[in-house]
């Protein structure tokens, strides 16, 4: 069974600058989930798709955007980047019946 | 007032020894507790999950849920080396998809020395 991935493992962007980031589900799972984690802090919930729809966001502003596809992996998208984005970017996936989520290894964004 | 609260140590302990990690938390619409772990550079790996109150034991390590308190523990027994990370508490609501949101703590360092 292959667990959650995502690409690319780390990215470096300048301020102001757009970034698109990737997240493949674990098989058998509907539901994604994007969180940010900050050095030394709990990852902050950013929002969750199911069924390619958006089911729930947290405190993040419009240019934090996302997608998910049909085969249910997900983008994040995050637009007019800033310093304080600079963050551990979590993509989990979980199934139905209320099971709980499996989180990738993240994407380490440092923006300059 | 953050909604789940979790001393972030650094708690250092020899080898062998008990571990217990706690979190508390404020909004009383929590049922679903969980336990992950994450080593430097990983993602956080799943530990426990708990629905509601109560206990559950899985190896070395048991968490406890007490709802009444909003207060929720997980214990390591005889630790070892390996178990050096740091732990997240997380927590959520009961939503119409699984799993819902989750809301974490700070995260707790944990050093086991040999």
């Known amino acids: 069974e292959t667990g959650v991935t995502q690409s690319p493992t780390h990215l470096i962007k300048t301020r102001g600058q757009q970034v698109t980031l990737r997240c493949s589900s674990q098989?058998?799972?509907?539901?994604v989930s994007w969180y940010q984690q900050a050095l030394g802090q709990g990852p902050q919930f950013i929002f969750q798709y199911y069924r390619e729809e958006e089911n729930g966001r947290g405190n993040f502003p419009p240019r934090f955007s996302g997608l998910q596809f049909p085969n249910y992996s997900s983008e994040l998208n995050v637009n007019a980047l800033e310093l304080d984005d600079s963050a551990l970017y979590l993509c989990?996936?979980?199934?139905?019946?209320?099971?709980?989520?499996?989180f990738g290894d993240g994407t380490r964004l440092s923006i300059l | 007032q953050k909604e789940v609260e979790q001393d972030p140590g650094p708690l250092s302990v020899p080898e062998g020894a008990i571990v217990s990690l706690n979190c508390t938390y404020s909004?009383?619409?929590?049922?679903?507790f969980m336990w992950y772990r994450q080593y430097s550079r990983k993602g956080p790996e799943l530990l426990m999950y708990?629905?509601?109150?109560g206990n559950k034991e899985d190896g070395r390590f048991t968490a406890q849920v007490d709802k009444s308190s909003k207060y929720i523990s997980l214990f390591i027994r005889d630790s070892q080396p390996s178990d050096s990370a740091t732990y997240l508490c997380a927590m959520s609501g009961f939503g119409e998809t699984s799993g819902s949101r989750l809301t974490f703590g700070e995260g707790t360092q944990l050093t086991v020395n040999p």
């Open positions: 909004n009383s619409a929590f049922q679903y």
């Open positions: 708990t629905y509601s109150s």
């Open positions: 098989s058998g799972h509907n539901t």
């Open positions: 989990a996936s979980s199934g139905g019946g209320g099971q709980p989520q499996h």
